[in-house]
């Protein structure tokens, strides 16, 4: 009967041992995990609730409360134009729905700059910032970019033409204006690839179109693309004639100076039948 108590308290003594080894690792383990989170909190700094789009969404579609959802996003990484709350994303007696202004992807956080007002349309004028105006180009295969360009990129426009003095020569009038519309097409996604465009609208401001008008009207209009955002720095104005495309020099006629003759002064002696000349200072 010993022999089995016995038995019996090293059997037990031996499960607890085993039993607190295994809350020692479990606690060991817990309290990494926690350290571990506890550094990436640190790091990533506080997390608050942000909307995102929970699915792509075409331009011109409604924005609907199933299209977005709330996730975590790190607060000091907040882009200025997030949505956060509900009442603003979706205001009570708004005169309509948001509409998308670009094509987005799922997960794509919602920016003002991505949707319209509350009952806004998504149309042209919604591209242009407070006093801006949209000009139209006619374009072709000779516009240079005709089957590349999509809205929201970057040209310079170069003009082509006559002076009045009877000379050819280009010249680029603009830089890095920004193109918001294809044909009828406000987004890249409408655009079908190799289509020739015919008609490219950017936002200018009024001095620009007055400029652009006339040059439209006088001579030819080729686009370049310049990247994907605006260039910072502006070169100076760039011109060429068709003698400088060709490296043609003209020639220079100089005028050769005239040729002051110096005045001789003489004075005349006979002797017999000879007559003689001596030179003499001329008067003054």
């Given at each position: 009967m010993r022999a089995v108590f016995g038995l019996v308290l090293v059997v037990g003594m031996a499960l607890a041992g085993a039993a607190v080894y295994m809350i020692q690792?479990?606690?060991?383990?817990?309290?990494?995990?926690?350290?571990?989170?506890?550094?990436?909190?640190?790091?990533?700094?506080?997390?608050?609730?942000?909307?995102?789009?929970?699915?792509?969404?075409?331009?011109?579609?409604?924005?609907?409360?199933?299209?977005?959802?709330?996730?975590?996003?790190?607060?000091?990484?907040?882009?200025?134009?997030?949505?956060?709350?509900?009442?603003?994303?979706?205001?009570?007696?708004?005169?309509?729905?948001?509409?998308?202004?670009?094509?987005?992807?799922?997960?794509?956080?919602?920016?003002?700059?991505?949707?319209?007002?509350?009952?806004?349309?998504?149309?042209?004028?919604?591209?242009?910032?407070?006093?801006?105006?949209?000009?139209?180009?006619?374009?072709?295969?000779?516009?240079?970019?005709?089957?590349?360009?999509?809205?929201?990129?970057?040209?310079?426009?170069?003009?082509?033409?006559?002076?009045?003095?009877?000379?050819?020569?280009?010249?680029?009038i603009e830089r890095s204006v920004l193109i918001i519309a294809v044909d009828n097409a406000f987004n890249e996604g409408q655009i079908q690839s190799g289509v020739e465009a015919r008609t490219v609208t950017v936002a200018a401001t009024p001095e620009q179109v007055a400029r652009l008008t006339q040059a439209q009207a006088s001579g030819q209009l080729s686009l370049s693309l310049v990247g994907d955002t605006a260039e910072d720095t502006v070169t100076d104005t760039v011109e060429i004639d068709t003698n400088t495309l060709l490296g043609i020099e003209e020639a220079v006629v100089v005028e050769a100076a005239p040729v002051i003759e110096e005045e001789v002064c003489t004075r005349k002696e006979r002797k017999g039948t000879e007559v003689i000349e001596t030179p003499v200072p001329c008067a003054n």
């Amino acid at each position: 009967m010993r022999a089995v108590f016995g038995l019996v308290l090293v059997v037990g003594m031996a499960l607890a041992g085993a039993a607190v080894y295994m809350i020692q690792d479990y606690i060991a383990q817990t309290e990494d995990a926690y350290l571990r989170q506890k550094a990436f909190n640190e790091k990533a700094g506080k997390l608050v609730e942000v909307y995102v789009f929970n699915k792509s969404l075409n331009y011109g579609d409604a924005l609907t409360k199933e299209d977005v959802q709330l996730i975590y996003w790190p607060e000091q990484s907040l882009p200025e134009t997030i949505f956060r709350e509900e009442a603003v994303l979706f205001p009570e007696n708004a005169d309509g729905p948001r509409y998308i202004m670009r094509r987005t992807e799922a997960y794509e956080p919602v920016l003002a700059s991505r949707v319209t007002e509350p009952g806004e349309l998504a149309g042209l004028t919604s591209k242009l910032e407070k006093g801006m105006r949209a000009f139209a180009i006619r374009v072709g295969a000779a516009s240079g970019v005709s089957q590349f360009i999509q809205p929201d990129q970057y040209v310079d426009i170069t003009w082509t033409g006559t002076a009045s003095t009877g000379e050819s020569f280009s010249r680029t009038i603009e830089r890095s204006v920004l193109i918001i519309a294809v044909d009828n097409a406000f987004n890249e996604g409408q655009i079908q690839s190799g289509v020739e465009a015919r008609t490219v609208t950017v936002a200018a401001t009024p001095e620009q179109v007055a400029r652009l008008t006339q040059a439209q009207a006088s001579g030819q209009l080729s686009l370049s693309l310049v990247g994907d955002t605006a260039e910072d720095t502006v070169t100076d104005t760039v011109e060429i004639d068709t003698n400088t495309l060709l490296g043609i020099e003209e020639a220079v006629v100089v005028e050769a100076a005239p040729v002051i003759e110096e005045e001789v002064c003489t004075r005349k002696e006979r002797k017999g039948t000879e007559v003689i000349e001596t030179p003499v200072p001329c008067a003054n």
